[in-house]
């Protein structure tokens, strides 16, 4: 065995770089199962490629074990951490990088190793959302997500091995942040062609002159970038690409404009201002973790954030579901007997109806157009309004018994087919006025709420009424629904929390996230590639069946499962209930997307950030809330009091309308929650009274501290 290469192998998976064994320059033997491959140097060696690379020691020594001589293949992206800049002399790179940093800047000191051939691999801290590997320029590639580099002491096929810059070493080295004018490069979603050293870029057109500039200036600002540093990159593209120039004058004002928003985690970028936080305190949702932003989902919003005004929460979430219900009913993963399948319910939420709701789900709609357009022009249908429409879109066959007659005389009975029924069982329901869908809910008889609840279940429906023969099995029903926040807390009842409709769904913050007067240039971007993997997945998943968890997976879920598991009272703690459950939907989702049979660690961390997300959504959405309104109404009042409020007072709060005995129980759900404390109230002069008080997150009550007391004591 290669102690040189396991070792380094191992050190290079102790900093959280996973690693995978990839084919020395001369055949040795591969995962074809060919000894005489003549695969070229770099190969990866697994059944699964780069897809297998691991941190595990156990793992890494039995691959070593197993080809000693294999070289060092480290996975770049947000699985590492890691973005690289591969430099290729031999194709030009040298001259491309000196023709870019002349243009732009000098890179920074950085991690960097030699390659055998006079390369040069220059190591990056990954921004924290999906960075595409692709050329950028001739003899310059880019390795991030979906990509991996050959590390030092891999040979190469010059004989000569891979070493780490004298000055430089992972061990001993931080690695180096992008510098914005390189991050704005490598996060451009058009992939457009780089030119040569010098050649020109393409012209920016008259009439696409601002929508461009403000667009790249909203990246610069989401990157961080000063006012003047964005006006400088902006006054040099519009020197050298707009045709003709703007006046400098508009350069300024473009600059000045975008700054008025504030930066954000290179996770979500938002340009819109941040004026949505309510009154109430509690802050809008951070955006969604870095690593929720992975795979093809991650690589379909950085392509089209830039282009459009959707918020790019809402994008990430409406691609999961499309892709959940497109697939079908065949990928699933068990929990304590029940099958959990790919179909999700998800609510957007705007604080107003300008949150661009309606425009995410658009965008979303048009790659899965092209893989499967029966399903987009018959299975996603419009509008919500009762449980006996919805089994009837996917319903079976319908039988009825005909008499069998011989001369006019019935003889026997017969099965008919009275309606064929539909053989496609997937369905994807658009609600952009989900309220109106609540509303219906209210009244009495309506059986849409049941049969959501039992949509996600199971997807076998049935309506128990003699005039309503209509039946579906293995139903497999996903949910879009638009709605504002004021139109959530107006029409969702405590029923409706409280009876699980609630929490069978994803509940999202979303609003507008930039400005883009003239539209974006998506007509620019190329998805060919894109829509050829998401193909791949779509075909993938569809022939999948039980999917699990491997052993990291299993480890952190053992890690977060008593916090998603967690008991939250109140309408906030009904809407989150099913937090386990809708986390394992969306790993299953994110391990379909990578074409991947089972589970990993990442794809469940990607899951938990999206959760995360849903979860601080609904906190913002419904607050602490109990749902119930006289409780509500009394926590609200003992809020406002600076000094609490006697029974009598409370009791004033209803005028008379409401019995004592409502009160106390009211009262009494307040104290059980610690939401609220009394103790008694000398004051009044005669016998003492109680005095009601809020109790603020996170302060002890009142019986609390006088229970410690006494049993320490």
């Not at 003549?38 to 020594?61: C, N, Q, S």
């Not at 290179?266 to 690593?291: E, F, L, T, V």
């Not at 009975?413 to 369905?427: C, N």
């Not at 709605?483 to 405590?494: F, G």
Request: aromatic share 6%; with cysteine; glycine share 8%.
């Amino acid at each position: 065995m290669s102690s040189q290469n396991l070792s380094a192998a191992l050190v290079y998976a102790s900093r959280g770089w996973p690693v995978i064994p990839v084919h020395k320059p001369q055949g040795d033997g591969c995962s074809c199962g060919n000894d005489k491959c003549e695969h070229p140097a770099k190969h990866p060696r697994t059944a699964h490629g780069f897809l297998d690379a691991t941190t595990d020691e156990t793992t890494i020594r039995q691959w070593w074990s197993r080809w000693p001589e294999a070289n060092i293949g480290i996975v770049t992206g947000a699985k590492s951490g890691l973005v690289v800049l591969d430099i290729d002399p031999r194709n030009g790179g040298d001259d491309s990088l000196a023709e870019i940093q002349r243009n732009y800047d000098a890179l920074p000191d950085a991690v960097e190793s030699i390659t055998g051939g006079g390369g040069r691999h220059i190591f990056f801290a990954h921004p924290g959302r999906h960075v595409k590997s692709r050329s950028i320029a001739p003899g310059i590639d880019i390795k991030a997500d979906g990509g991996y580099v050959v590390a030092p002491p891999s040979l190469h096929v010059s004989g000569r091995r891979y070493e780490w810059e004298l000055s430089s070493h992972p061990e001993d080295t931080q690695l180096a942040t992008l510098p914005n004018w390189l991050l704005t490069m490598v996060m451009s979603p058009s992939a457009e062609p780089k030119p040569a050293p010098g050649e020109t870029a393409a012209k920016i057109r008259e009439g696409a002159r601002n929508s461009t500039l403000t667009s790249l200036a909203g990246v610069m600002r989401r990157r961080g970038m000063s006012e003047e540093a964005i006006r400088a990159a902006l006054l040099v593209e519009n020197e050298q690409r707009c045709d003709p120039p703007l006046a400098p004058g508009e350069i300024r004002g473009i600059a000045h404009s975008v700054v008025r928003y504030r930066p954000q985690a290179a996770s979500a970028p938002r340009d819109a201002p941040q004026r949505d936080d309510p009154p109430g305190g509690i802050p809008w949702p951070n955006p969604p973790a870095p690593k929720a932003f992975r795979s093809l989902a991650g690589e379909f919003v950085a392509m089209l954030e830039p282009h459009t005004e959707a918020d790019p929460a809402a994008l990430l979430l409406s691609f999961l579901v499309a892709f959940g219900n497109m697939v079908g009913r065949g990928p699933h993963f068990v929990a304590e007997a029940a099958k959990h399948y790919t179909n999700l319910n998800m609510v957007l939420v705007g604080q107003t109806a300008r949150g661009r709701k309606g425009s995410s789900w658009a965008q979303v709609r048009r790659p899965f157009e092209t893989i499967d357009s029966d399903w987009a022009s018959d299975r996603i249908q419009y509008g919500l309004s009762s449980g006996e429409g919805l089994i009837w879109a996917v319903r079976d066959p319908i039988e009825k018994q005909e008499p069998v007659r011989d001369k006019g005389r019935i003889v026997d009975y017969q099965d008919a087919v009275e309606d064929p029924g539909v053989t496609d069982k997937r369905l994807l329901i658009v609600e952009q006025e989900f309220a109106s869908t609540l509303r219906v809910m209210g009244r009495d008889g309506n059986i849409l709420s049941a049969t959501i609840r039992q949509a996600w279940d199971t997807g076998d429906l049935r309506i128990l009424t003699k005039n309503s023969p209509a039946r579906a099995t293995g139903a497999h029903i996903s949910i879009v629904g638009h709605i504002t926040r004021d139109e959530v807390l107006r029409y969702l009842d405590s029923t409706e929390a409280g009876n699980g409709f609630a929490n069978r769904f994803l509940w999202a913050c979303v609003r507008r996230s930039k400005l883009l007067p003239d539209g974006g240039r998506i007509q620019e971007v190329d998805f060919s590639p894109f829509l050829q993997n998401l193909r791949g997945a779509v075909e993938f998943a569809r022939n999948m069946g039980e999917m699990r968890r491997d052993g990291q997976a299993r480890d952190l879920w053992h890690e977060v499962y008593p916090t998603l598991s967690q008991e939250v009272p109140g309408l906030l703690g009904a809407v989150t209930a099913r937090a386990e459950a809708q986390a394992m939907r969306i790993a299953s989702l994110y391990a379909l997307l990578d074409e991947s049979p089972v589970v990993t660690r990442d794809h469940l961390e990607a899951a938990l950030g999206v959760w995360a997300y849903c979860g601080q959504s609904a906190r913002f959405i419904f607050g602490d809330a109990l749902g119930d309104p006289m409780a509500d109404e009394i926590l609200r009042a003992l809020r406002r009091a600076g000094n609490g409020l006697t029974r009598t007072e409370i009791n004033h709060l209803f005028k008379g309308n409401r019995a004592a005995s409502d009160i106390a129980r009211a009262l009494g759900r307040l104290l059980d929650l610690c939401l609220a404390e009394y103790h008694p109230d000398a004051a009044t002069g005669g016998r003492p009274a109680e005095r009601w008080y809020a109790v603020r997150p996170g302060q002890r009550t009142h019986s609390q501290t006088t229970k410690e007391t006494n049993e320490t004591n």
